[in-house]
């Protein structure tokens, strides 16, 4: 298959993409911003945004087997959204190859930039990229529980229509996830002299205005 054909030699080559990580709580306005930094670029350098949700959710709505996932991943994936869990260290080669199959269909490759939304969502997984990505910065969306229950509502990005994943007590279990989970990932990098970004998302901040606000952030080291 041309998938695995074209992933081994890269792999054999020691080739790594070259990616910027969005962080943020549930509502934050990751993919909005993904999609204005594979519209605008990263450092003049061409941009591919992988929303990992958004692969995993068309995944399960599919619900037919290919060449990347068998049907035993597909329920365990409808699972995996049905309760509103993370992919954990075991189930990474899930994750791997569906990173894999994007990497090869946008043709990526070290002249672009990954923007990495969802994946890695905690160390293990982090640890698990190592092997295919080199983060040159994480852009940390930052806002508060409220301001997130606001996002939703008045969803200013345009990307939470026919999300039903939004109701309250969702919410309130993705954002102690996140605190838990993945938010030590920014300490995580920063240990290993990855640049963060810091941007203060408010309710009607849209992804155009912190595309701009990265710019404005001065970086931590």
């Not at 990347?68 to 959204?81: A, E, K, N, W």
């Not at 939304?117 to 160390?123: E, F, S, T, W």
């Not at 939703?152 to 999300?163: E, M």
């Amino acid at each position: 298959m041309e998938l695995h054909r074209r992933t081994s030699k890269e792999r054999a080559a020691g080739a790594r993409v070259p990616a910027i990580l969005l962080l943020g709580p549930t509502g934050a306005g990751k993919t909005p911003l993904g999609q204005v930094l594979e519209q605008r670029g990263w450092a003049s350098r061409r941009c591919a945004h992988f929303d990992f949700g958004e692969n995993l959710r068309s995944v399960v709505q599919r619900g037919t087997p290919d060449e990347i996932v068998s049907q035993q991943d597909i329920d365990f994936l409808r699972g995996v959204l049905d309760r509103g869990v993370l992919l954990e260290d075991r189930d990474f080669p899930i994750a791997e190859r569906i990173f894999r199959a994007f990497l090869v269909r946008r043709e990526v490759d070290e002249r672009t930039v990954a923007v990495l939304n969802g994946l890695p969502r905690h160390i293990g997984q982090a640890s698990a990229l190592q092997g295919l990505v080199d983060v040159e910065a994480v852009v940390c969306l930052e806002c508060t529980a409220e301001t997130v229950v606001r996002r939703l509502r008045n969803d200013p990005g345009g990307d939470r229509a026919n999300r039903d994943d939004d109701q309250l007590p969702a919410v309130a279990s993705k954002l102690s996830i996140y605190r838990q989970r993945t938010e030590p990932l920014v300490d995580w990098y920063r240990q290993r002299g990855t640049r963060i970004f810091r941007v203060a998302v408010t309710a009607d901040m849209t992804a155009d205005e912190a595309w701009s606000a990265i710019g404005q952030s001065p970086a931590e080291t």
